[in-house]
């Protein structure tokens, strides 16, 4: 080995690649493969999303209808066969709340809570919540245990 044939190691150097637009010397200068003129070679250019070169975007050709309702309340469902789910792997007994189920990260911190009547329910609970549904209120009760309308 001699200095006629050292070189760097396997994988070690990587190319950095052309530096476009760094003067003529570099042969990649002047307009930077840019072309002449238009949007497209001017600094700062970005195309908007769904931009379709001026002819007019899908989303303003397409009809809009239907309506929202901006008094509309969204609760958040837990079936029973759920609660019954954590009574067996133990994370839960006695009483479900808000904070029960928000640490078991099943609604979120200011969720409106719905219980909901899939599945069966085993286990003695009182169950506070804002909504149930006749069926989930039922089964609670046939259990033993208490459904608390908050």
Do not use: C, W
Request: proline share 2%.
């Amino acid at each position: 080995m001699d200095l006629s044939n050292l070189k760097p190691a396997e994988g070690s150097v990587k190319n950095q690649g052309k530096r476009i637009g760094r003067g003529q010397g570099s042969g990649k200068g002047g307009t930077a493969t840019k072309g002449h003129k238009g949007q497209k070679s001017r600094s700062g250019y970005s195309k908007k999303i769904g931009f379709e070169g001026g002819q007019m975007p899908l989303q303003r050709r397409v009809p809009k209808f239907g309506f929202t309702n901006i008094n509309r309340k969204e609760y958040q469902g837990i079936n029973l066969d759920t609660l019954q789910e954590l009574v067996d792997d133990k994370k839960i007994k006695g009483t479900v709340d808000l904070d029960t189920l928000f640490l078991n990260r099943l609604t979120g911190k200011n969720d409106l809570v719905k219980i909901l009547g899939r599945g069966e329910l085993k286990a003695k609970l009182k169950v506070s919540a804002h909504k149930f549904t006749a069926t989930a209120k039922a089964a609670i009760e046939a259990a033993g245990g208490e459904a608390v309308t908050l």
